[in-house]
């Protein structure tokens, strides 16, 4: 099976606690890794100023998660990220590698 790049950040609201922050980290890095995601990093960005507002909230808290999977992969990580009601907004993205000659 190819694995393709994936790069995922996501913004969680600025009201969460920092207990609640980690515990919602290590669940997406637990839920990649039950769904196959494999050479998991996840770099915490910290609290940053919106450019806009998002549901009245003007920082967010960003985390980056870069990982190697499926197309099914992140279709389950993007719905489980859809129903939760501490991240404002999510975005994945794929990383294509060029080979130069």
């Keep these: 099976m190819i ?3 994936y790069e ?10 920092e207990s609640q922050n980690l515990s919602l980290i290590n669940y997406y890095k637990r839920m990649l890794k039950k769904h196959g995601a494999q050479n998991i990093l996840i770099q ?3 609290r ?3 450019s806009y507002n998002i549901e009245h909230y003007y920082d967010g808290i960003y985390v980056q998660v870069d990982y190697e999977g ?5 279709e389950t990580i993007e719905k489980l990220m859809r129903f939760d009601e501490y991240i404002l907004r999510y975005l994945t993205t794929k990383k294509i590698t060029i080979f130069m000659l």
């Excluded at 995922?8 to 009201?15: E, F, G, Q, T």
């Excluded at 499926?70 to 992140?74: A, D, F, R, T």
Aim: no cysteine; glycine share 8%.
């Design 3 to 5: 694995l393709n790049k």
């Design 8 to 17: 995922l950040v996501y913004i969680l609201r600025p009201d969460v606690t």
């Design 44 to 46: 915490y960005k910290g």
């Design 48 to 50: 940053r100023h919106l």
């Design 70 to 74: 499926n197309g099914l992969l992140v």
